[in-house]
């Protein structure tokens, strides 16, 4: 276990170091072509690492927002199901490839040659590739419709900027194989145009036409919009474009297939009246049970194989995901545990496995079944590298390697290694918490009135009908899938539409973005730097005067080689620092703009004097993100960073309601009690605070809390508990209730 305060050293040790030198080793090992195709490991800054095995590194990293992507794809359950109905199914249709809503079904003729004794002859012969894509949504699962009043203004022409897509700008391109095609007078006004020009313009189909000399494929703006935007995953698009398809597009159930992706033969087949599209939308955990009680000898390993892989989804606690779940909903803690499935049957040992937080989304009733899957993967012969805060992992460690004794600056050093023992005594911050006992809150706060939830079915709620207190600081708890998020995120914001959730989803930014741009704070900076050398504040900016010539002020420079990864290096003009020369000989209190943004907040709020620059950067400090550098890159932050980041954003504001989901991620015990006593000082001026947490001692500390249960998927959304954490501990139908009693000593929970 590597164990620290939040921004220690830990993860630049264990990630960035031993498991990516692991990795460039690798790499290395395969010939110069294929190394061109793989990612440019850079060297990581150790001067010597031995005894290196391979690494699987098993990250927090979000799934690929692929829109074909789903867990049963990403983890070859999908394959072995489309195998097993392709042999068993009823009525037969084909083989696995006729099950796959990837797959379209293509039918058509060509000519192969043929060797007839001495002679080779020519003969034609037709071919069909039966797939199981639905041709309607092109196995999507939704269909789009888009509305032309948000892609163009009608009151003006092609050639006066009619068309109002992004990238479409007048003397573009794009524009110009409209207003050049000769279909239309391209400076008419698109209001002027007759129904056989606006259906041209629109619809056409596709079709061969010479435009300024070259001879190019003409197709409606609709189709061609659907082709280059709507193909892809919205939330992959970069902001601007993402925006636009939010406004002129309706994304609604397909009507064909019923959201299924599948067509209608591949629908038909049936096993025991089950379709592959039924069998890919149970809870696994059902599935599973189902599997098992088929008894097809002429497919028995592949059903034994196939039921391994669906027990593993309930043993690791994601049992009440469906295999038809896009990937790129899961949450950073269910993709990484979702990854882990395919490496617990594997028949590789003295491999290393590096873990960032496992047990992160897990209620404390799956950490012990997680803990015992981490033991399972070190008794094969692996040696098993975990990143984590939970005490109730780090105490299975056989060695611990805690990091400190601060965060940012104060940290980066080993300040204990050695058996968990040894930890609890050595007095670092780790080990002062480890055994720190929790207490119950002794006198909860009166609510001061309620926000009412009636009848509430998403998901997998039952009806759910419940009071959420105002005034004091609301837990909601249950195991993960029990329907926390369903009932707060997709219920209680449409109940009262002025409550502010702040949740852990990707910052929307640009590769400029970062935490003093996010803020607001870089303007008030670039001003104090302005003023304090006379000078425009513009020169302080990397978007605009100051911005090195050579990277255009990102520091880094970006190259792509459209088969191949984009590769990335540092600028080799500014060195990364993404200002000019010139720019760096200004300076404020002795430090120029480059060395300003790297410092950590809890460094700059002591050398900032400016009034909005201070107060933000004590926000940031209150949340405990006084570790981070103002200047350091957005997409670097995990989910509980960005949520904090976002938290210090609202405390300025006049939210009155504020929901948090799991606040607590990548929070070390330290600053768990920090946080609770942020959370505290919010309710305490007069806020609600409502907290989706898994965290015990948030529980425990908590006035009010509300368990949802009892299991997950369909064995949850009721809830089973409303009141003080004192009463909990004593409900034995709450497994929350029944772990927050061993956490405060008082009862085993067996």
């Not at 007839?116 to 012969?125: D, L, P, Q, T």
């Not at 056989?398 to 204990?416: E, F, N, T």
Request: charged share 20%; proline share 5%.
């Amino acid at each position: 276990m590597f164990t620290g305060v939040s921004g220690s050293g830990k993860s630049s040790l264990v990630f960035g170091t031993v498991a990516a030198e692991s990795q460039r080793l690798i790499n290395e090992t395969y010939s110069a072509f294929v190394q061109g195709f793989m990612p440019n490991l850079a060297r990581p800054d150790v001067d010597s690492l031995e005894g290196l095995t391979t690494a699987i590194i098993l990250d927090q990293e979000r799934m690929g927002a692929n829109v074909r992507s789903t867990v049963g794809t990403v983890t070859d359950a999908n394959a072995m199901l489309r195998v097993v109905f392709s042999r068993i199914g009823e009525p037969h249709i084909g083989g696995p490839q006729a099950y796959s809503f990837n797959v379209p079904s293509v039918s058509g003729a060509g000519a192969v040659k043929v060797e007839r004794g001495a002679g080779v002859i020519k003969e034609s012969r037709s071919f069909s590739i039966a797939g199981g894509m639905c041709p309607r949504c092109e196995g999507m699962g939704t269909a789009s419709a888009v509305d032309v009043t948000q892609l163009y203004d009608e009151s003006k022409s092609l050639n006066g900027g009619a068309i109002t897509v992004p990238g479409y700008t007048a003397d573009g391109w794009s524009t110009r194989q409209y207003s050049e095609s000769g279909f239309f007078d391209p400076d008419k006004p698109i209001r002027d145009y007759t129904k056989q020009e606006l259906d041209d313009f629109l619809y056409r189909e596709p079709g061969k036409k010479k435009i300024a000399g070259i001879n190019l494929t003409y197709q409606g703006l609709v189709p061609r919009i659907q082709q280059s935007m709507l193909s892809k995953d919205v939330d992959a698009l970069q902001p601007h474009l993402r925006a636009f398809v939010e406004r002129a597009v309706t994304f609604t159930t397909c009507p064909d297939c019923g959201g299924t992706r599948l067509n209608e033969g591949a629908r038909s087949s049936k096993i025991a009246g089950i379709s592959i599209a039924d069998a890919c939308a149970m809870q696994i955990s059902d599935l599973a049970g189902w599997v098992r009680g088929l008894a097809e000898p002429s497919v028995a390993p592949l059903l034994a194989a196939l039921g391994a892989t669906l027990d593993a989804f309930v043993e690791m606690g994601l049992g009440y995901l469906s295999l038809d779940r896009p990937s790129g909903t899961l949450s950073g803690g269910e993709a990484q545990r979702t990854r882990m499935i395919r490496h617990l049957g594997s028949s590789l040992t003295d491999v290393t496995y590096v873990f960032d937080e496992p047990t992160i989304g897990l209620h404390a009733h799956d950490v012990e079944r997680m803990n015992r899957l981490l033991l399972r993967l070190r008794d094969k012969g692996n040696t098993v590298l975990v990143v984590e805060h939970d005490p109730e992992v780090i105490r299975i460690a056989d060695h611990v390697v805690d990091m400190g004794p601060g965060a940012g600056p104060h940290g980066g050093r080993i300040v204990y290694q050695g058996p968990v023992e040894g930890l609890v005594a050595s007095g670092t911050a780790t080990g002062r918490h480890l055994d720190a006992q929790q207490t119950l809150k002794t006198n909860p706060r009166t609510p001061a009135g309620s926000i009412p939830i009636r009848d509430a079915s998403l998901h997998n709620l039952r009806d759910v009908s419940v009071d959420v207190p105002l005034g004091v600081l609301v837990a909601v708890t249950g195991v993960a899938g029990s329907g926390k998020s369903s009932l707060i995120h997709g219920c209680l914001p449409r109940t009262d539409p002025s409550v502010t959730v702040i949740d852990q989803s990707a910052i929307r930014g640009s590769r400029r973005s970062n935490p003093a741009t996010y803020t607001g704070i870089l303007d008030p900076i670039r001003t104090a730097f302005a003023r304090a050398n006379g000078v425009k504040p513009a020169l302080f900016s990397a978007n605009s005067e100051g911005a090195c010539p050579n990277c255009n002020g990102l520091g880094k420079t970006y190259t792509s080689l459209g088969f191949m990864a984009e590769v990335v290096s540092i600028c080799e003009v500014c060195e990364g620092r993404r200002y000019t020369d010139d720019v760096l000989q200004y300076r404020l209190r002795g430090r120029n703009i480059v060395e300003a943004l790297a410092m950590p907040v809890e460094e700059a709020r002591e050398f900032f004097t400016e009034k909005p620059v201070r107060t933000m950067l004590e926000r940031m400090a209150d949340v405990g993100l006084g570790y981070i550098a103002l200047g350091q890159e957005l997409d670097t932050l995990s989910g509980g960073e960005r949520q904090r980041l976002k938290l210090a954003i609202e405390m300025s504001g006049d939210t009155e309601v504020y929901v948090l989901d799991e606040p607590t991620t990548g929070l070390h015990l330290q600053d768990v009690d920090n946080l609770i006593g942020l959370l505290d000082r919010l309710v305490e001026s007069g806020k609600t605070v409502i907290v989706i947490e898994h965290n015990l001692d948030v529980v425990a500390r908590a006035d009010w809390v509300i368990d949802l249960g009892p299991g997950g998927g369909h064995d949850g959304g009721r809830v089973i508990f409303e009141g003080p954490p004192a009463a909990l501990v004593r409900d034995e139908a709450s497994l929350t209730g029944q772990h927050l009693a061993r956490r405060l000593g008082e009862v085993a929970v067996t």
